[in-house]
């Protein structure tokens, strides 16, 4: 019941920070911010660990799919996992690890510091003015990361595959441009955008109520609010990976 | 008196533990009344049922005639009366300048162009004697200089109702003064109506007008400063003099102990 009842609440949450950035002055300003904390900063994170990704598959597939003597559909292989499962989901879980916990900690940091009722004296809606900038930048963010992690790991899978276990480079190319359709991509940026607004909610909303969520007030509060948020949304996004999945497949 | 801020039987309770046992208090505009009471009394979140930040269990307050809903965060919009809150710890933005936080309540929440803004939040600073540091971050800036930046940001918006959670704490002698001094200028000026949190007895008493004692959830004393030697209650006299008050030290008695 009380899961029911906190699902219910972060919805409201998410949907109050929406609603209350399209009442915000300065929304291009503070929506920039937004864009900078959770697209930017995150950008080297996500191209490294697509880059290995990309990497690692390329070999793993390649020794399984030469023992079928199939090798040549290594393009197709890395290129279908990658768009339809691993670019959204790894790109979240690297985004919550990088912004998301940072978010939670500062917003539970602001609740411990009273800024955010501070705020609230000063007649602003704390939930428009400091999370609802994040989630917009969110929507905005989650396809463009999830495209450029799909991108470098499909190029990482090149450079195993062609350039280290000398799979024809053209044959590469040409089955992932061959195997790819709207579709694959389509879901990934449904997912990715599925996952932004999950993860970021849950991080915001977790740092936001730090005062009556977590079992312990000040420092550990903070640290506990930041792990939960992180542990919660990781399983968020997994779960709900698996139900857009059997809805698109 | 006319009750410009009216509290009846407020209270508050957190579990089992009842921090406010029904309050009754009245302030008079343009006043300036100091609750006094020991730590953890329940003055803070007196303070906090006022603004509407924790919502109490039980009583009313009314504001220039008006109720305060308790289940509403506008509550003071509906009432018409602005209000303004500086909080024990100051609650500054890190990520702002003093100027932008002294500005925030102004370009988030008030109808005044950029020029005005401006014009506005650097006569405040020029008050404030910070002019200087208007480009730095709360963490470039001393304790002294970040209650200012708070007294400032509180005041910005030309409010009728202000209220002070210990705006001292942690300050020197010197700058303790000069803080009371730039509330009582500043009512003087706007005229605004305080509710003000301290425990720098006797120095408090100074700009007050009221003073209210709370203990054991309940005002137990509610007059003039001057009053407060001659009040019989012992357990007053005993906050009192631990509080190192006592007639001669009283800076109303023009003398010091």
Known sequence: MSVVFELGEISLFGWGALRGFFAQRSRFAKLTLGIHEIGVRCFPIIATVGLFTGLVMGLQLYYTLVKFGAESALGTAVALSLIRELGPVLTALMVVGQAGSAMASELGIQRNDEQIDALQTMSIDPLGFLVGPRLVATLICFPILTAIFDLIGIFGGYLTGSLLLNVDSGVYWNRVFESVTWADVQGGYIKAIVFGLLTITICAYRGYNTHRKASFPGVRGVSESATRAVVWSSVTVLAADYLITSFLL | ?257
């Open chain 2, 1 to 257: 008196m006319d009750s410009f801020l009216k509290i009846r039987g407020l209270k508050k309770y957190f579990g089992d533990k009842r921090v406010l046992d029904g309050i009754d208090l009245d302030v008079a505009a343009a006043s300036v009344t100091t609750i006094i009471g020991k730590s953890g009394i329940g003055k803070s979140v007196l303070l906090k049922c006022i603004a509407n930040l924790l919502e109490a269990d039980a009583g009313t307050i009314e504001l220039d005639g008006q109720a305060i809903s308790q289940s509403r965060r506008s509550a003071h919009s509906d009432t018409g009366v602005s209000f303004s809150y500086m909080f024990q710890n100051n609650a500054l933005f890190d990520s702002l300048t003093a100027f932008e936080n002294v500005a925030l309540p102004l370009r988030e929440a008030s109808k005044l162009n950029k020029v005005e803004i401006q014009e506005r939040v650097d006569k405040m600073l020029a008050y404030l004697e910070l002019s200087d540091s208007a480009d730095r971050y709360p963490g470039e800036l001393s304790g002294g200089m970040k209650k200012r930046v708070a007294l400032g940001r509180a005041l910005i918006t030309k409010p009728q109702v202000v209220l002070f959670d210990e705006p001292t704490t942690g300050l020197d002698p010197e700058r303790k003064f000069s803080v009371f001094e730039m509330i009582a200028n500043y009512r003087e000026r706007f005229g605004f109506t305080a509710l003000l949190v301290s425990h720098d007895i006797p120095e408090v008493f100074e700009i007050s007008d009221r003073v209210a004692w709370l203990d054991e959830g309940r005002i137990k004393f509610f007059g003039k400063p001057e009053d407060l030697n001659t009040d019989a209650q012992s357990a007053l006299s005993g906050f009192l003099s631990k509080a190192n008050y006592g007639p001669k030290s009283s800076p109303l008695n023009g003398g010091n102990k």
